[in-house]
């Protein structure tokens, strides 16, 4: 039924819990599977006024270096099932990464989709968004969504956040 599944991957529990029901599909299915990083260089853009110009070059880097880690903890699970995927990192460009993940289902000709959500609502939904309800809306395939558990959200909750770890450093 399903050939290609597109899996968005960014290293979070909750995208490799989609990864891990994307393997399940892929091995009933003996479907190929493609693990997609996007490098969301908006995130990069706040940052622009705190830090020098040369800085940012950093930063983007350090989000490239953190999705290709994505990408290898997913292949490795993958093939922990003998599932064999195709990579892909790709920079947002400062477009949105519904958009990018959205593009790369058309190119690659998916015909299933499978991520993770983090299952935001409310106010948080509205401020932070959800590449995950805008690709449901607008994917040209059909498109599984793996919602965080319970644990995942606390385990979230108790990591210290970058600037919390920089003043602990400091």
Same mark, same amino acid.
Request: charged content about 30%; proline content about 4%.
């Given at each position: @039924?399903?050939?290609?599944?597109?899996?968005?991957?960014?290293?979070?529990?909750?995208? @490799?819990?989609?990864? +891990?029901?994307?393997?399940?599909?892929?091995?009933? !299915?003996?479907?190929?599977?493609?693990?997609?990083?996007?490098?969301? !260089?908006?995130?990069?853009?706040?940052?622009?006024?705190?830090?020098?110009?040369?800085?940012?070059?950093?930063?983007?880097?350090?989000?490239? @270096?953190?999705?290709? =880690?994505?990408?290898?903890?997913?292949?490795? =699970?993958?093939? +922990?099932?003998?599932? !064999?995927?195709?990579?892909?990192?790709?920079?947002?460009?400062? =477009?949105?990464?519904?958009?990018?993940?959205?593009?790369?289902?058309?190119?690659?000709?998916?015909?299933?989709?499978?991520?993770?959500?983090?299952?935001?609502?409310?106010?948080?939904?509205?401020?932070?968004?959800?590449?995950?309800?805008?690709?449901?809306? !607008?994917?040209?395939?059909?498109?599984?969504?793996?919602?965080?558990?319970?644990?995942?959200?606390?385990?979230?909750?108790?990591?210290?956040?970058? +600037?919390?770890?920089? +003043?602990?450093?400091?």
């Amino acid at each position: @039924m399903y050939r290609r599944i597109l899996v968005p991957v960014d290293g979070s529990a909750t995208s @490799m819990r989609g990864l +891990k029901q994307a393997i399940d599909l892929a091995s009933a !299915e003996h479907a190929r599977v493609r693990l997609l990083n996007v490098v969301d !260089e908006a995130l990069v853009v706040p940052a622009a006024y705190a830090y020098p110009a040369g800085d940012l070059g950093e930063l983007i880097d350090s989000l490239c @270096m953190s999705g290709q =880690r994505a990408l290898e903890r997913g292949t490795a =699970r993958a093939a +922990k099932y003998g599932i !064999e995927v195709e990579r892909a990192q790709i920079r947002g460009r400062l =477009r949105a990464v519904s958009d990018v993940i959205l593009d790369e289902a058309r190119k690659w000709h998916a015909d299933l989709l499978v991520m993770g959500t983090h299952g935001r609502r409310g106010l948080n939904r509205l401020l932070l968004g959800s590449d995950a309800e805008r690709v449901l809306r !607008e994917a040209p395939v059909p498109v599984l969504l793996v919602r965080a558990t319970r644990a995942d959200v606390q385990a979230r909750k108790k990591t210290p956040s970058r +600037k919390r770890r920089r +003043k602990a450093h400091a």
